[in-house]
């Protein structure tokens, strides 16, 4: 990763690399991208659906005194894309995907150490882009720390730093 890279952005790499090495493993066909990877303005192609684009939406700060360090609590969105253009509910292809990235998640539910938790919260078929893409959001929270005035560097379990 780039020297450059903020914690966040660290996360979702690391969940994406999570996730593509459980899809290689299972011999599943989903494809995985992070924000950096794909905008909203750059939809996955035919070759690329099933497929999850994760995100940080929102990140509450807060001073944890007994660490000395800034508390993130961050809400991890990963919009999950299936082809099947229904209305808005959540398909069985995005039921499908949203299932196996909770049970990959769950094995790793600290990312090597990386994050303190990563929770499944919700699910909500997504007004915007469901008729075209089907999308469903997997809505999930992620708690993870950093120093006070260093937004790039993540400390996590045992001192590790990443």
């Known amino acids: 990763m780039a020297a450059t890279d903020t914690a966040g952005t660290k996360v979702a790499a690391k969940i994406k690399q999570v996730l593509v090495a459980a899809t290689t493993a299972q011999s599943r066909t989903f494809k995985w991208f992070t924000s950096q990877d794909r905008t909203d303005m750059d939809p996955l192609a035919e070759g690329e659906i099933p497929g999850g684009i994760i995100g940080v939406a929102k990140v509450d700060f807060a001073f944890s005194e007994m660490q000395g360090q800034m ?3 961050a809400q991890i969105i990963i919009s999950c894309q299936s082809g099947i253009e229904t209305g808005l509910s959540i ?6 995907m949203m299932a196996f990235a909770v049970e990959t998640l769950a094995t790793s539910n600290d990312l090597g150490g990386m994050v303190e938790d990563l929770i499944p919260v919700s699910a909500d078929a997504s007004e915007q882009s469901a008729p075209d893409v089907g999308e469903a959001l997997l809505i999930l ?4 720390y950093t120093p006070t005035n260093d ?12």
Do not use: S, W, Y
């Not at 398909?91 to 499908?96: A, E, I, L, S, V």
């Not at 937004?151 to 990443?162: E, P, Q, S």
């Open 91 to 96: 398909d069985p292809g995005n039921q499908d």
């Open 151 to 162: 937004f790039r560097t993540i400390i996590g379990g045992g001192g590790a730093t990443f």
């Open 141 to 144: 929270a992620c708690t993870f």
């Open 71 to 73: 508390r993130h609590e």
